[in-house]
């Protein structure tokens, strides 16, 4: 059977690279073209095409695509697209910065829900001290958006519900599923693409597209349009495959801080391409936020003491918590191509 292979430093490039500037080529997608629906669609319809190809190929294995695990994964990929449509129509709405804020807020929704309806112990001092100073960031932040609009906050709002859900919710159904890596990327992306007719018709959005192919829209034609949503389809497929390689090929703690790295960079590049981006009081306030999630991801990804509880279960979980064992990433991973930035 044929294979790729990639270097670990190579994993963690194409990892950091792809994560970094996702948010950003979204952000340039959606605003030349600007149909999120779609958008999203095209997506799903590029990283489950691709799974579907490489599997033919063999250069992965993805468990087979069956009736009775669609029906149990349906919810799962319902809040998946839930959270990736409300994160395309954030992007829509305000610039790369306030989803990065937005996104850096989910450990202390997370932290919430797991003691309220988990029954999780309450977070440690230095755990409550890192989602303190993300808060404080972000209320900086927002105190300071020039930008700010009702509509924007709105999507950020319903963004940050959605991937609360997700996180505490999804990683548990889905991990019970018994999916490998590759099925799991299949079988998210192809029941998210079944329900996007559904929502093209709830949001109105197929009469835009009708419209626009009527009238035959400059933009829709473009060759820059062509080649944003052709970079985000690709980038969505390399986060997939490279967030999920590098997370097996490196431990925990290397891949936390990659991905807080990737966070700078997205700042750093979205803050030289254009002006799209927040004021400079705003950055410093980001910046917080991101380093509030860095004290966060030291506390609860240190070494645990043995469990010497006696269900198979926990020691399971106590075992697998902060690991980079491939079912630990399936949950983990959910947000798939979007949210992982």
Known sequence: ????????????IGYAL??????VINKYAITLFNFPGLLTALQYLTSALGVWILGKLGFLHHDAFTIETAKKFLPAAFVFYLAIFTNTNL???????????????????VAIADTAFRKQPCPSKLTF?????ILGGAIGYVATD???????YSWAVAYLITITT????????VMS????????????NLLSLMMAPVFWILTGEYSEVFAALGANAGNWFSFDSFIAVSLSCLFGLLISFFGFAARKAISATAFTVTGVVNKFLTVVINVFIWDKHA????????CFTIIGGVLYQQSVTGPKPPSSDSNPSKQIDSKNEGSDFEDDSQGKGISGKLASV
């Open 146 to 152: 020039s930008a700010f609009t009702l509509t924007a």
């Open 177 to 188: 599923l018994g999916l490998n890596t590759w099925g799991f990327v299949l079988y998210n």
């Open 279 to 286: 004021s400079p009081f705003g950055i410093v306030c980001l």
């Open 18 to 23: 792809s994560s970094s500037l996702l948010a």
């Open 166 to 173: 997700e996180m505490v919710y999804i990683k548990h159904m």
């Open 129 to 133: 001290t890192s989602l303190l100073i």
């Open 1 to 12: 059977m044929s294979s790729i292979r990639f270097t670990t430093s190579g994993l963690v």
């Open 91 to 109: 992007l829509r709405h305000a610039n790369v910065d306030t989803f990065i804020v937005f996104r850096s807020l989910t450990p202390l929704l």
